[in-house]
């Protein structure tokens, strides 16, 4: 059973920058579309990046020009590297396949404020 571990959360203030790892244990990691998904209070939690096995990127609008997600295949990680932080970046945030077919990681705080 594939299991997500998500790192690299903190305070950081308003246009500054994170780099999140999301750790996956078992070997079928590298079938799966793999995405970026946060979770603000009293919101629903919302997919914002995906890449394909293959390292195709897709990226939602709130995110597009801003936020790079990368995989590396070999290590079973993927990756996204947030700039231009935005007070409304501030939420958990969990990787996950696209659909959601892994249980959810304990996710990663990051929080944007001056």
């Known amino acids: 059973q594939v299991q997500l571990v998500e790192s690299g959360g903190g305070l950081v203030q308003p246009g500054g920058s994170l780099r999140l790892s999301c750790a996956a244990s078992?070997?079928?990691?590298?079938?799966?579309?793999m995405g970026w998904y946060r979770q603000a209070p009293g919101k629903q939690r919302e997919l914002v990046a995906t890449?394909?096995?293959?390292?195709?990127?897709n990226y939602w609008d709130s995110v597009k020009g801003r936020f790079t997600i990368s995989r590396d295949n070999a290590k079973n990680t993927v990756y996204l590297q947030m700039n231009s932080l935005k007070p409304e970046d501030t939420a958990v945030y969990y990787c996950?396949?696209?659909?959601?077919?892994?249980?959810w990681g304990q996710g990663t705080q990051v929080t944007v404020s001056s």
């Open positions: 078992g070997s079928i990691f590298n079938i799966y579309v």
């Open positions: 996950n396949s696209n659909p959601p077919y892994i249980s």
């Open positions: 890449i394909t096995s293959g390292g195709n990127p």
